[in-house]
């Protein structure tokens, strides 16, 4: 036997229940069903939140149309001549590149008021000056691409498409490795055309709104487009070539110039943020303006221009924080491509999750198998303790993720059964050993009243009697609100079973006063009186001889045995115990043997009727009985009459 307490076949029964659940796992892990991806996600941000947040480049730099702008420049929409000042007094300041994260989708609403009654001399319209300066270089305009699901239609806008190449790998599914749009939201073409290049701001959070994953290419008409991040990056480090490996359908990589970036089955990058909001430094745009912005806070640097102003600003959530702006979302993006810091997953990550989980599972149920619950539930804290911070230390000094979900899913699937189905074989053995148990106690109770029986054939009729008054009694009894606690189902039968043996002490009672016709004198009536304790003398030294000890059935059989001859009042014997002192089983034993004794025929007196018993018990009620045990035979008085009936017919 090992210290599980379990035989070889049903120690290899559990540890076969617990391979189940380690198994399904290692093949969710593979597949990935819905529900579980949620929760995985769920880990992921959890993890986010736990790792060493990787600190932000120096080449990014946000100019913030805020409040204060607001205030001193006028409401937005300014007018495009004045967002043309500030591309204008950025790049005189020395930006690398400019994004706006805006879009100019109508005509500026100043331009058809503001002309000159001489059309010769009138002003330039605002939307032609911010052409003119879009012209001039090292903008990136930013548009919208929508997914309704209809045919692809570009709706007159001019947008910037890159040539893609994409290489697949040899089982090429056929499904496309990104995204694909039906449509545009866009710039004025006039100045789309204007500008060197454009690219997409589409961030969609997952299901739950955190926005984790960012698409950096997508197809709209049969052309592919990069998003503003990716436009931005290629234009500052002058990258020409721009293409995408595909690995399997849940891993690729993007390659831009010389930078790989890791992205899943559908272009999306796991941004790796930087911290909580305003990480990247925020320069109001009426600094810029203004003239009171150091140089140095923008030179050489991408520059996204957006709004955060009250009513103008798009913020989403990430992992790190629920109020976070859109402008920030494409500058950290911008800043992981630059810095080439990514999160990234192993394009066999979804294997290697589904190894670590049949390790971790398998490591588990041999442990409880070997040693028990108590050192699985010990080795399980510990396990998943260090897959877990394994975890947090890969994200935090390589941006890796692997996931621990699945290898926990699968050590506590492996737990839980692996206990569930010990205490389910321990149960079945407990009451494989319950139930012989009580084929030994019957066969005790049997061996004794054929001893009884050999002595005295009368005795041995009476005790089996004695059984079912026992159980009738004991039953109705039960109802009684003083004994329901006491006389559960378990204890009825107990009682009853061992009610029989209540006479045995008179094996030990000479024969010529057992079998004595009529009255017994007083010397005998004496020793007659001894057989309680003969009876009692007989357990105790069973016990003795075998070694048990508090044993609750063994205990019941001397409470019969000993007090079944005790009187309400006192005056009964052996110990002429008093009331509540006599144990119930005692209090009910006096009562079924007085009525046994005084219905069926016996040497000392002939019987009585039942009625007539009835009334002997009824007048004992207070004195010989406990005045509840005397109420609930009157209940069942008639059922006792049927059982004595019945003991007549097989004599």
Not at 51 to 70: C, H, M
Not at 85 to 113: K, M, N, W, Y
Not at 406 to 420: D, H, K, N, R, S
Request: proline share 5%.
């Amino acid at each position: 036997m090992t210290r599980f307490g379990l035989g070889p076949i049903r120690r290899r029964l559990v540890l076969l229940c617990g391979l189940v659940p380690v198994a399904a796992t290692a093949v969710l892990a593979l597949y990935r069903p819905p529900f579980l991806a949620r929760i995985d996600d769920t880990v992921y941000d959890v993890l986010m939140r736990s790792a060493r947040t990787a600190p932000r480049g120096n080449r990014i730099a946000i100019v913030d149309i805020d409040e204060r702008s607001l205030a001193a420049i006028g409401q937005w929409p300014w007018r495009r001549d004045r967002v043309a000042e500030l591309i204008s007094r950025l790049r005189t300041l020395g930006a690398s590149t400019i994004a706006l994260d805006i879009i100019f989708a109508e005509q500026d609403r100043f331009d058809a008021v503001e002309r000159a009654a001489d059309d010769s001399i009138r002003p330039r319209a605002p939307d032609e000056t911010l052409a003119a300066v879009l012209r001039q270089g090292h903008v990136i305009l930013g548009y919208g691409l929508t997914f309704d699901g209809g045919v692809p239609n570009l709706h007159g806008c001019v947008l910037h498409p890159i040539s893609l190449a994409v290489q697949h790998p040899r089982e090429d599914t056929g499904e496309a490795p990104y995204f694909r749009a039906d449509s545009a939201v866009c710039s004025l073409p006039a100045l789309a055309a204007a500008a060197d290049a454009s690219g997409f701001l589409n961030a969609a959070p997952d299901s739950d709104g955190i926005l984790r994953r960012v698409p950096l290419v997508a197809e709209l008409g049969g052309r592919t487009y990069p998003s503003l991040a990716v436009a931005a990056t290629a234009a500052t480090t002058g990258a020409k070539d721009i293409s995408l490996h595909v690995a399997n359908v849940n891993a690729a990589s993007l390659r831009i110039g010389d930078r790989i970036v890791p992205v899943d089955g559908k272009s999306n990058l796991l941004v790796r943020y930087r911290g909580r909001k305003k990480t990247f430094p925020y320069l109001s745009a009426a600094d810029v303006m203004n003239g009171r912005l150091d140089p140095e806070a923008v030179r050489g640097k991408i520059v996204f221009v957006g709004t955060t102003a009250l009513g103008t600003r798009e913020v989403v959530a990430t992992p790190l924080d629920t109020l976070f702006a859109g402008v920030e979302v494409q500058a950290t993006v911008a800043d992981n491509l630059l810095e080439q810091s990514y999160i990234r997953r192993s394009p066999l990550g979804a294997m290697l999750e589904s190894s670590a989980a049949l390790v971790l599972g398998l490591t588990i149920a041999m442990l409880v198998a070997a040693a028990g619950v108590a050192a699985g539930v010990v080795g399980y804290a510990a396990a998943t303790s260090g897959v877990w911070f394994g975890a947090v230390w890969l994200l935090s000094t390589d941006g890796l993720f692997v996931s621990p979900l699945f290898p926990m899913i699968a050590a506590a699937g492996a737990l839980a059964v692996m206990t569930l189905a010990k205490f389910g074989v321990e149960r079945r053995r407990a009451e494989s050993a319950g139930r012989e148990r009580t084929a030994a106690q019957r066969l005790m109770v049997q061996t004794l009243l054929s001893l009884t029986e050999v002595r005295d054939a009368e005795t041995g009729r009476h005790s089996r009697r004695t059984q079912e008054y026992a159980r009738v009694l004991a039953s109705a009894l039960a109802h009684h609100e003083d004994f329901h606690a006491y006389l559960t189902t378990a204890c009825v039968d107990l009682l009853s079973s061992l009610a029989p043996l209540h006479d045995i002490g008179k094996v030990g009672i000479p024969d010529h006063i057992l079998n004595k016709p009529g009255p017994l004198t007083p010397d005998e009536y004496a020793e007659m009186q001894k057989h309680p304790s003969l009876g009692r003398d007989v357990i105790l030294k069973a016990e003795q001889q075998v070694g048990v000890r508090d044993d609750a059935t063994l205990a019941m059989a001397k409470d019969i045995v000993y007090t079944h001859h005790e009187r309400w009042d006192g005056t009964g014997y052996p110990r002429r115990l008093h009331g509540t002192e006599i144990p119930v089983p005692g209090r009910i034993m006096a009562l079924v043997d007085v009525y046994d004794a005084a219905v069926s025929r016996n040497l000392y007196r002939p019987s009585i009727p039942h009625e007539q018993a009835v009334i002997l018990i009824t007048a004992g009620k207070g004195t010989h009985f406990d005045p509840a045990v005397v109420d609930a035979f009157l209940s069942v008085a008639n059922q006792f009459e049927h059982i004595s009936r019945e003991a007549d017919l097989r004599i």
